[in-house]
């Protein structure tokens, strides 16, 4: 069941607490997975879950109040749109290839209910260097996975071939200091994912 929960979001210059301590919120950063695209379904988020998905998103730190991301939302008949982009970009630049890999590309957002792309936007020559920028779209990429789940939904952060395409790009009219920091799928899983191998943390301590 998703979650129709609405967090009530603070407004500047009110003060929060400076900690949160919440058992579930572990619970979830401990167990939370990606959910991948073929194994999404529907319902994603109602334009309510939708705009607050994107709120809690956009409460990431950024270095300087820049700002240095935004969204592009991909859900309906936008969806098959934008993968008629993608299976003519790939006619062009693989020619020759089997029908069904044109196909797959024309229903890739199809996999969702809703793709949300994350879209670094970066302020060039600016005292914050644009590495921090670039870092704070990740932090938002992220935020959607954690605030998705906390809200009931499966989400992945893909960036496949299509991030890195001129031509698709342009299509998304991206500015010349943009760029796709992830397509976020998100909808709900037909079955639980299973766990990956994960890496003890690699800690050592500094010592001079
Ligand atoms: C920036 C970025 C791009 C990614 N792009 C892809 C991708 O194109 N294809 C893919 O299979 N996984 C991709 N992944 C990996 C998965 O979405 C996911 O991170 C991985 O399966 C495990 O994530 P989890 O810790 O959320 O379970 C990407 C991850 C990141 C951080």
Redesign the pocket.
Known sequence: MSETYTPDFPEAPQTVAPAHPNRQTLDLLAR???T?AKLMGGPGPDPQQLNTLLRLAARTPDHGKLFPWRFMVFEGDARERFGEILEARLREIEPGGPEDRYTFERQRFLRAPLVVAVISSVTPDHKIPEWEQILSA?AV??NI?VSASAMGFA???????Y?YDETVAKAMKLGPHERV???MYIGTATED?A??P?QPPRIERWSS
């Open positions: 939370r997975r990606s991948v990740g990429c992220f996975l989400a992945q952060w893909l960036s496949e071939w991030a920091a992830g397509f994912p766990e990956r994960r």
